[in-house]
Nanobody, 129 residues
Framework: QVQLVESGGGLVQAGGSLQLSCVAS????????MGWFRQAPGKERECVAA????????YYADSVKGRFTISRDNAKNTVVLQMNSLKYEDTAVYYC??????????????????????WGQGTQVTVSS
């Protein structure tokens, strides 16, 4: 069983930055593919960034490419989403998600909601214009 706790959300001015952190417990860090999703009111949950369990492959949604960076520190059981040049459109609840993988799946990326069985509670990010 994997438990995830997000932190770092808040209110930020457009053009500013926020860093979201996700701390995981249970399972093994090196066997977890991770993703960051967001959901705004009236919209479907979407994947904004993902990272393979071995850290070697990254995915970014086109809407955040060049502005967001996902990284992981397995020793700290932490995945970080660095968000720069924030826009009003980035306002949403952000969720951390995890998927346990086998060793042969270490380079695989997952960006679908149904790819992830484990989810955090979410953290609100609000960008003011």
């Amino acid at each position: 069983q994997v438990q995830l706790v997000e932190s770092g959300g808040g209110l930020v001015q457009a053009g500013g930055s926020l860093q979201l952190s996700c701390v995981a417990s249970g399972g093994t860090s090196s066997r977890r593919a991770m993703g960051w999703f967001r959901q705004a009111p009236g919209k479907e949950r979407e994947c904004v960034a993902a990272i393979s369990s071995n850290g070697g492959r990254l995915y970014y949604a086109d809407s955040v490419k060049g502005r967001f960076t996902i990284s992981r520190d397995n020793a700290k059981n932490t995945v970080v989403l660095q968000m720069n040049s924030l826009k009003y459109e980035d306002t949403a609840v952000y969720y951390c998600a995890a998927r346990q993988v086998i060793v042969f799946d270490g380079s695989s990326l997952y960006s679908g909601t149904h790819d992830y069985p484990y989810w955090g509670q979410g953290t609100q990010v609000t960008v003011s214009s």
